[in-house]
C-alpha cells in the first residue's frame, strides 16, 4: 500500500473556476501535511501546510485536514491559467510525496 | 549562496559506472533528502540525514546506492555499477529541522541519465 495516493489527473479546470485536489494517506499518525506546486522542469516549492483538523486558507488556497478519514485536500479558488502545474502532497515522517496531480487551467 | 545547490546539474554517464552527485545545503539546515524522480512521477525518497547520520535511509532501492554528509553540511550520493533505469532526476532539499515541522528547500536537481 502507497503512503500518500493522490489522483494522478490530469485535472482540467477553466480560468476562474475552483481546482479540487485530493490526497489520502495510510499512516494514521501523521502529524503534518503539505501542498507542493512543482512547474515542469523546475523543482517542488512549498504552497501550504496544514497540521490540525479543519481548514486554512491563504489567499486564493485552501487546505482541508480530515485526520480521521486520512485525507487532506487543497481548493484553488479563481483559478489562474499561471496555476497550471503539478501539486504534489507531501505527509511527515521524513516526507514521502504522492505522485502528484496535474492540473491545467484553460484560459 | 542562500539556496540549496547540486552539482552537476547534468551527468551522462555509461552503464556500469560509478556517479557522485553532491548536495549543498542552505547554511545552518540540519535536515538534508534525498529524492529520485522520474518523468510523470513524484519525488521518490531514497534518504534522509539528520546532522551527520542517516535518519532514514530505507529508500535506498539497493546496495548500488549510498549516500554520506560527514560534516552534517554537503552531502554525496553515491551510485555504483550504474544501470539504465537509473535514470533520472535526483533531487536534494534541506530544512531547518526536519522531522514533522519543516518546509523542504530543494535544489534544481542533477539530470542523471545512464546510456
Known amino acids: 500500500q502507497k503512503e500518500v495516493e493522490q489522483n494522478s489527473g490530469p485535472l482540467s479546470v477553466p480560468e476562474g473556476a475552483i481546482a479540487s485536489l485530493n490526497c489520502t494517506y495510510s499512516d494514521r499518525g501523521s502529524q503534518s501535511f503539505f501542498w507542493y506546486r512543482q512547474y515542469s522542469g523546475k523543482s517542488p516549492e512549498l504552497i501550504m501546510f496544514i497540521y490540525s483538523n479543519g481548514d486554512k486558507e491563504d489567499g486564493r488556497f485552501t487546505a482541508q485536514l480530515n485526520k480521521a478519514s486520512q485525507y487532506v485536500s487543497l481548493l484553488i479558488r479563481d483559478s489562474q491559467p499561471s496555476d497550471s502545474a503539478t501539486y504534489l502532497c507531501a505527509v511527515n515522517s521524513y516526507m514521502r510525496f504522492g505522485a502528484g496531480t496535474r492540473l491545467t487551467v484553460k484560459p | 549562496g542562500a539556496g540549496v545547490s547540486q552539482t552537476p546539474s547534468n551527468k551522462v554517464t555509461e552503464k556500469g559506472k560509478y556517479v557522485e552527485l553532491r548536495c549543498d545545503p542552505i547554511?545552518?539546515?540540519?535536515?538534508l533528502y534525498w529524492y529520485r524522480q522520474s518523468l510523470g512521477q513524484g519525488p521518490e525518497f531514497l534518504i534522509y540525514?539528520?546532522?551527520?547520520?542517516?535518519?532514514?535511509d530505507s529508500g535506498l532501492p539497493n546496495d548500488r546506492f549510498f549516500a554520506v554528509r560527514p560534516e552534517g553540511s554537503v552531502s554525496t550520493l553515491k551510485i555504483q555499477r550504474t544501470e539504465r533505469g537509473d535514470s533520472a532526476v535526483y533531487l536534494c532539499?534541506?530544512?531547518?529541522?526536519?522531522?514533522?515541522?519543516?518546509?523542504?528547500?530543494f535544489g534544481e536537481g542533477s539530470r542523471l541519465t545512464v546510456l
Open positions: 547554511s545552518g539546515h540540519t535536515a
Open positions: 540525514f539528520q546532522g551527520t547520520g542517516a535518519a532514514d
Open positions: 532539499a534541506s530544512s531547518p529541522t526536519g522531522g514533522d515541522s519543516g518546509e523542504l528547500f
